[in-house]
């Protein structure tokens, strides 16, 4: 009789514990939310062995637990809590409910995929026995318990994809209205076309500037569009585009109903083998730059007229002095003539060369040039200024000649030479030092002078810049440094400097083979 009614019991606390499990279910899996996933576990462990508290921890990729939800724990307990997952974590979380008051204690792990993700802890005030019932009720709970967890992780990492997903197509849409809005304002044509140079889509900022009408281009060739000297140009160009490291530039003239414009336009590759084609009129500039190069010459031809005259009088002064043995202070005063004659024409030499370097106008004349010896040659001539003797020359054996313009490599030269001679303590030595780098040749011009400060060594070569020694000194225009660049790169070669404050200065250049 006993035992009957101990079965009915257990009979009828099996069907209370799977509804109890059933409404749990219904409470955990009610959401996605990650938060409230948890919340639910917690609070849900709670009550199945109808205990007062519950912890639920999970692990992360390196095997620690912490406390991701807890019920009737208060935070300050579970904050910073870290478990390492072995033996000992049983135990350590038994000690947790003995540190709020629960002494009795059950936990078991959540297992995903037979991996341990977590564990479940209950706490209950008064002491008494699991039987296997509610092992077996808390450990379906468990195994609910993880797959719900991992469900809303997964929720939670795609919500948060989704939320980053549409936060960068903001941004990009952010991005496309600025794009969209500088691309309205600017002034140039645009084109796209494909691989063959057909004209897929346009855009003109200044329609003017439009050789012909859309409907004209519009699913044609550029080059055949064009006259058919600027449609090789362009046709050559497309080419380029795909091996090219960066855009490639071209100029050319148009005849337009407002008389001959001239245009640059920049070809740069785009998505799917396209093409994309900005195109600016550079009419205005060009004119600028054609009237500064007018005005400089003009200058330039008015002051040499006086300067002429002036040198070749006290040239004429300087020799009639000399016949009557006169010295002293005359002559040095018909020598100071001189050198500032000398000086202003080579300001408005310098003028010139950088009018011409910046205009494009500077026209080499190369031919293969044994740089040994005219590098020797120079320095022979430097002779009569006291100067050669400073200056020693290395250069190796079978040196193979440069293509160069003489005239512009002399003056390339000479302006290093000169700097070099200036700024470096009297009598010290000037070293000049040839090298074969591949197809090129390395001319490295060392001084030991002050050396330049390291602030100033990116602006060296700029124009009008001048270090502050040479300001001291008052010479010049700040122009020396920039046309031996500019006339370097006209070469295809390349200039740079290495220096150190206190022990000198290396200007080195390169000369194709």
Same mark, same amino acid.
């Given at each position: 009789?006993?035992?009957?009614?101990?079965?009915?019991?257990?009979?009828?606390?099996?069907?209370?514990?799977?509804?109890?499990?059933?409404?749990? $279910?219904?409470?955990?899996?009610?959401?996605?939310?990650?938060?409230?996933?948890?919340?639910?576990?917690?609070?849900?462990?709670?009550?199945?062995?109808?205990?007062?508290?519950?912890?639920?921890?999970?692990?992360?990729?390196?095997?620690?637990?912490?406390?991701?939800?807890?019920?009737?724990?208060?935070?300050?307990?579970?904050?910073?809590?870290?478990?390492?997952?072995?033996?000992?974590?049983?135990?350590?979380?038994?000690?947790?409910?003995?540190?709020?008051?629960?002494?009795?204690?059950?936990?078991?792990?959540? +297992?995903?995929?037979?991996?341990?993700?977590?564990?479940?802890?209950?706490?209950?005030?008064?002491?008494?026995?699991?039987?296997?019932?509610?092992?077996?009720?808390?450990?379906?709970?468990?195994?609910?318990?993880?797959?719900?967890?991992?469900?809303?992780?997964?929720?939670?990492?795609?919500?948060?994809?989704?939320?980053?997903?549409?936060?960068?197509?903001?941004? !990009?849409?952010?991005?496309?209205?600025?794009?969209?809005?500088? $691309?309205?304002?600017?002034?140039?044509?645009?084109?796209?076309?494909?691989?063959?140079?057909?004209?897929?889509?346009?855009?003109?900022?200044?329609?003017?500037?439009?050789?012909?009408?859309?409907?004209?281009?519009?699913?044609?060739?550029?080059?055949?569009?064009?006259?058919?000297?600027?449609?090789?140009?362009?046709?050559?160009?497309?080419?380029?585009?795909?091996?090219?490291?960066?855009?490639?530039?071209?100029?050319?003239?148009?005849?337009?109903?407002?008389?001959?414009?001239?245009?640059?336009?920049?070809?740069?590759?785009?998505?799917?083998?396209?093409?994309?084609? !900005?195109?600016?009129?550079?009419?205005?500039?060009?004119?600028?730059?054609?009237?500064?190069?007018?005005?400089?010459?003009?200058?330039?031809?008015?002051?040499?007229?006086?300067?002429?005259?002036?040198?070749?009088?006290?040239?004429?002064?300087?020799?009639?002095?000399?016949?009557?043995?006169?010295?002293?202070?005359?002559?040095?005063? +018909?020598?100071?003539?001189?050198?500032?004659?000398?000086?202003?024409?080579?300001?408005?030499?310098?003028?010139?060369?950088?009018?011409?370097?910046?205009?494009?106008?500077?026209?080499?004349?190369?031919?293969?040039?044994?740089?040994?010896? $005219? +590098?020797?040659?120079?320095?022979?001539?430097?002779?009569?200024?006291?100067?050669?003797?400073?200056?020693?020359?290395?250069?190796?054996?079978?040196?193979?000649?440069?293509?160069?313009?003489?005239?512009?490599?002399?003056?390339?030269?000479?302006?290093?030479?000169?700097?070099?001679?200036?700024?470096?303590?009297?009598?010290?030595?000037?070293?000049?030092?040839?090298?074969?780098?591949?197809?090129?040749?390395?001319?490295?011009?060392?001084?030991?002078?002050?050396?330049?400060?390291?602030?100033?060594?990116?602006?060296?070569?700029?124009?009008?810049?001048?270090?502050?020694?040479?300001?001291?000194?008052?010479?010049?225009?700040?122009?020396?440094?920039?046309?031996?660049?500019?006339?370097?790169?006209?070469?295809?070669?390349?200039?740079?400097?290495?220096?150190?404050?206190?022990?000198?200065?290396? $200007?080195?250049?390169?000369?194709?083979?």
């Amino acid at each position: 009789m006993v035992a009957r009614q101990r079965r009915q019991r257990t009979g009828r606390t099996t069907i209370e514990d799977y509804r109890k499990l059933i409404e749990i $279910f219904r409470l955990i899996t009610g959401s996605l939310e990650y938060g409230s996933v948890l919340s639910a576990v917690a609070e849900q462990a709670a009550q199945v062995l109808g205990g007062g508290a519950a912890a639920l921890l999970l692990c992360d990729g390196e095997g620690t637990l912490r406390v991701a939800a807890a019920h009737n724990i208060p935070a300050e307990r579970t904050a910073g809590v870290e478990l390492q997952v072995g033996p000992g974590v049983m135990d350590a979380l038994r000690n947790l409910g003995r540190d709020v008051g629960l002494p009795a204690f059950t936990g078991v792990p959540l +297992v995903w995929r037979g991996e341990t993700i977590g564990v479940l802890a209950v706490y209950r005030r008064h002491r008494r026995r699991v039987d296997a019932a509610d092992e077996g009720l808390l450990g379906t709970l468990a195994d609910q318990a993880a797959i719900a967890v991992q469900n809303a992780r997964q929720y939670e990492v795609e919500r948060r994809a989704r939320a980053e997903a549409e936060a960068a197509r903001e941004r !990009v849409a952010d991005i496309a209205a600025e794009l969209r809005a500088l $691309f309205q304002a600017i002034p140039d044509l645009y084109f796209r076309l494909d691989s063959q140079g057909t004209i897929l889509d346009y855009k003109a900022g200044r329609p003017a500037d439009l050789y012909v009408p859309p409907e004209v281009f519009l699913g044609k060739r550029m080059q055949d569009v064009l006259p058919p000297a600027v449609g090789q140009l362009f046709h050559e160009a497309i080419s380029q585009v795909p091996r090219a490291s960066e855009p490639i530039a071209i100029e050319y003239s148009l005849p337009m109903p407002t008389g001959e414009q001239i245009f640059e336009a920049r070809l740069l590759p785009f998505l799917h083998g396209q093409i994309v084609v !900005v195109v600016r009129n550079i009419t205005r500039r060009k004119q600028a730059e054609q009237l500064r190069e007018d005005y400089i010459h003009t200058i330039s031809h008015d002051l040499r007229a006086p300067l002429t005259i002036i040198s070749g009088h006290a040239q004429m002064l300087q020799r009639t002095l000399l016949r009557e043995g006169l010295d002293g202070p005359k002559q040095r005063g +018909v020598e100071a003539i001189l050198t500032s004659a000398r000086r202003a024409n080579a300001m408005i030499q310098d003028l010139l060369e950088a009018a011409r370097l910046e205009t494009g106008q500077v026209k080499l004349n190369p031919r293969p040039v044994g740089l040994g010896q $005219f +590098v020797r040659d120079l320095v022979g001539r430097l002779a009569g200024a006291g100067e050669a003797e400073r200056i020693r020359v290395e250069t190796p054996e079978g040196l193979p000649p440069v293509a160069a313009d003489p005239d512009r490599l002399e003056r390339i030269l000479m302006n290093l030479l000169s700097n070099a001679l200036k700024y470096s303590s009297p009598g010290s030595e000037i070293t000049v030092r040839l090298e074969r780098r591949g197809g090129e040749v390395v001319t490295s011009v060392t001084d030991h002078g002050p050396g330049i400060a390291p602030e100033e060594l990116s602006h060296l070569f700029e124009r009008h810049y001048r270090t502050r020694e040479a300001t001291e000194r008052r010479e010049g225009l700040g122009l020396g440094l920039y046309i031996t660049k500019g006339l370097v790169e006209a070469h295809g070669g390349r200039i740079w400097v290495q220096s150190e404050l206190g022990k000198g200065s290396t $200007f080195s250049f390169t000369l194709p083979l």
